[in-house]
């Protein structure tokens, strides 16, 4: 079996946790807070603050910006249903907008032609690892903007990491992410009054007196991460230069592969930015065809599945404003197909996807 992706983990993660494990001290402390450090250093933003996954980050944000019923969150229609979910969990309503083809993000357009007096934020998608345009951003002057980059931790744009343009960005660590810690996230924001009242948030609304005693003056919950899972994060951390190069150098061999044939487009990257294929996705260009390759490969031993989800069509949003037709959400929800993708991966595996993908053809 050709798997869709395996964690690269090794004997260093092994050790570090065993290192928490042997201090005693297994909530979040200071293997957490080195971990957050050492995150908003690599992105390059002021603050990073750990979370027990992306989904309550971005439902943490949306609250500590005092989302309310009357707010509307305008989200892209081709996403997992997480960052929908957010939009509602913090008490506010879902606008649906459609996405670029080829990107697969939606754009500084379409999010500008949704904005109006209820709009409270806007949550656009940086997909499979692959950055925003660097002019969506000039929506910062009009609506806040919370990166949904669960799958985009190291993408670039003009040598500068992603989380460090948005209001605030969520990354997750779950194990189908190029950095994993199990479950977990991350925030990133260089707003000083937000971080305090995320830290606040993800710790019951606590605040330190001048007597070293905690005071509780807002209502928060427990969204922290654990020394364990942190020691996975610094470990991860360190290797994820050397796990992101491999991985490009992969996809560039598939896409050195299929851009030989009309059948399948392959990634979109544009200059400047560095796309790390969080997940590899081909769209297949004849109709009904994508899940008949999913079946077929199975058969084969190959494992792949679709890209991710038009949310227009689950019932759980189907009663989200949605603006416009959303066709080229559909089309990327019908036709893409995600191929395996993973470190220890060979160069032999690669060409079976390969050509057995071709020969279903």
């Known amino acids: 079996m050709i798997p869709l992706i395996k964690p690269f983990i090794g004997e260093e993660e092994l050790m570090k946790v065993k290192e928490v494990l042997e201090s005693g001290y297994l909530t979040e402390g200071s293997f957490t807070q080195e971990f957050e450090k050492k995150f908003a250093k690599y992105v390059g933003s002021k603050y990073a603050i750990a979370i027990c996954n992306a989904t309550v980050g971005l439902e943490m944000v949306l609250k500590c910006i005092g989302v309310t019923s009357k707010d509307e969150i305008i989200v892209p229609d081709f996403t997992h249903p997480a960052t929908a979910d957010a939009a509602y969990l913090a008490g506010g309503e879902?606008?649906?907008?459609?996405?670029?083809?080829?990107?697969?993000?939606?754009?500084?357009?379409?999010?500008?032609?949704?904005?109006?007096?209820?709009?409270?934020?806007?949550?656009?998608?940086?997909?499979?690892?692959?950055?925003?345009?660097?002019?969506f951003y000039d929506l910062k002057d009009e609506v806040f903007i919370l990166e949904d980059a669960a799958p985009s931790i190291g993408a670039e744009i003009n040598g500068k990491k992603v989380g460090s343009f948005a209001d605030a960005t969520v990354f997750s660590f779950h194990p189908r992410k190029i950095l994993t810690t199990g479950e977990g996230g991350m925030i990133t924001t260089d707003d000083d009054e937000l971080y305090e009242k995320l830290v606040s948030f993800k710790k019951?609304?606590?605040?330190?007196?001048?007597?070293?005693?905690?005071?509780?003056?807002?209502i928060g919950t427990n969204y922290k991460l654990s020394n364990i899972l942190s020691a996975l994060g610094l470990v991860q951390l360190d290797k994820l230069e050397t796990i992101l190069k491999d991985r490009i150098k992969k996809a560039e061999y598939y896409n050195k592969l299929f851009s030989e044939t009309e059948k399948v487009a392959i990634p979109n990257k544009k200059n400047g930015t560095r796309h790390t294929y969080q997940s590899?996705?081909?769209?297949?260009?004849?109709?009904?065809?994508?899940?008949?390759?999913?079946?077929?490969?199975?058969?084969?031993?190959?494992?792949?599945?679709?890209?991710?989800?038009?949310?227009?069509?689950?019932?759980?949003?189907?009663?989200?404003?949605?603006?416009?037709?959303?066709?080229?959400?559909?089309?990327l929800f019908n036709n893409l197909l995600t191929l395996p993708l993973y470190y220890s991966m060979t160069k032999e595996e690669q060409e079976t996807v390969f050509n057995n993908v071709m020969e279903l053809l």
């Open 280 to 331: 590899y996705t081909l769209y297949v260009k004849e109709s009904n065809k994508r899940d008949f390759l999913i079946q077929k490969l199975k058969g084969r031993g190959i494992q792949t599945q679709i890209g991710t989800y038009a949310l227009h069509r689950e019932n759980a949003f189907s009663k989200a404003k949605k603006i416009g037709e959303l066709a080229n959400s559909l089309k």
């Open 204 to 218: 019951f609304g606590e605040k330190h007196s001048e007597l070293g005693r905690f005071s509780f003056e807002s």
């Open 94 to 135: 879902c606008v649906l907008v459609d996405v670029d083809l080829e990107s697969r993000n939606t754009t500084f357009d379409l999010v500008k032609n949704a904005i109006n007096k209820n709009t409270k934020a806007t949550i656009p998608v940086s997909e499979f690892g692959n950055p925003l345009d660097e002019s």
